[in-house]
């Protein structure tokens, strides 16, 4: 009788250990995204790779698209063909890349958007969108200025450059609108806003045509890192300007911009988590896929926070 006993015991560990082994489907999973030109865009993607490693059986076909609308949507076309399970998509533009989407769906290809999410509202079916508060951010560089503004003058004015991102770029739209929701509450605080496209290049560029221009400069807001170093490169080239002396505010809390603030060129930073953003939204794709698992929540928004001189332990511990 025990030895009857013994063998339905193992017959049960035996059914555990195989059908675990079942549900632990194979995956192969697209990730699209701008360009690796962007550091950011680096880590993502390094980050989804880690993830995919660490869950296990998941195949990444990882695919930047140099930054064009037209190439992304030919990439999306050619995993749909390659018949991949899911896609984690950081859209190029809000709106240019739904057509792509809407063949996702019609493929029953379930897709999940990070850092950048599609423009509310489309006609397309999302599993979930998993990115920062970028409006908060916005509103927390903004705040960051105004209060470094009464610190020089006793009250918050002064002259203050806004470098966008790219026109028609989620988190170029966001971050503009949350960065004027507070600071056009100062109407002694003068703004000029001009996009760099979120390009290092483009923010020298930009810069120099301001400092060229406008006589005296307070404060500068990049929209994101890249953009604000290029600015600092050009405030530091014009010998007319001490950055130093002149406020500086970037989005993304890249490594070379944590070392700036260290050193005490750059006064702050907003930091998005990336890591964080990567390895949830890649999580929920996998769960959906492997176990039908939907998430409570169409859309999880990562809380920013001002990275200075004073807290640079809370920037992810990867940059």
Request: some cysteine; glycine content about 8%.
């Amino acid at each position: 009788m025990k030895w009857l006993i013994r063998v339905a015991l193992l017959m049960v560990i035996v059914a555990v250990l195989f059908g675990g082994v079942a549900v632990a489907q194979k995956l192969t999973i697209g990730l699209s995204f701008p360009s690796l030109s962007f550091a950011w865009f680096a880590f993502l993607e390094d980050a989804v790779k880690q993830k995919a490693q660490q869950l296990g059986d998941i195949e990444v076909i990882s695919l930047e698209a140099q930054n064009e609308v037209s190439k992304q949507i030919s990439i999306i076309e050619d995993m749909i063909i390659r018949g991949v399970n899911g896609v984690l998509l950081v859209p190029i533009e809000v709106e240019a890349v739904i057509p792509a989407i809407e063949a996702l769906n019609k493929a029953n290809i379930p897709v999940v958007t990070v850092d950048r999410r599609i423009k509310e509202g489309a006609p397309v079916e999302i599993l979930c969108h998993v990115g920062a508060d970028n409006t908060e951010g916005g509103r927390k560089a903004a705040q960051f200025i105004v209060e470094k503004l009464k610190e020089k003058y006793g009250e918050p004015k002064g002259v203050v450059i806004e470098l966008t991102g790219t026109p028609g770029a989620g988190p170029a739209i966001d971050r503009s609108a949350g960065f004027h929701e507070i600071i056009d509450q100062y109407p002694q605080i003068t703004v000029k806003s001009q996009t760099a496209n979120f390009r290092r290049d483009d923010g020298m560029k930009v810069m120099e045509d301001f400092i060229m221009s406008t006589p005296q400069i307070d404060a500068v807001f990049g929209a994101n890192d890249e953009m604000i170093l290029g600015a600092i490169q050009a405030m530091d080239a014009s010998g007319k300007i001490d950055v130093k002396e002149t406020i500086t505010v970037g989005f993304d809390a890249l490594p070379e911009a944590l070392k700036l603030i260290e050193e005490g060129i750059l006064d702050a930073t907003i930091e998005q988590f990336p890591g964080k953003q990567a390895s949830t939204a890649f999580e929920i794709l996998v769960n959906y896929l492997r176990k039908g698992e939907k998430p409570a929540q169409k859309v999880m928004l990562i809380e920013p926070a001002v990275i200075t001189k004073d807290n640079l332990d809370q920037a992810e511990k990867s940059f």
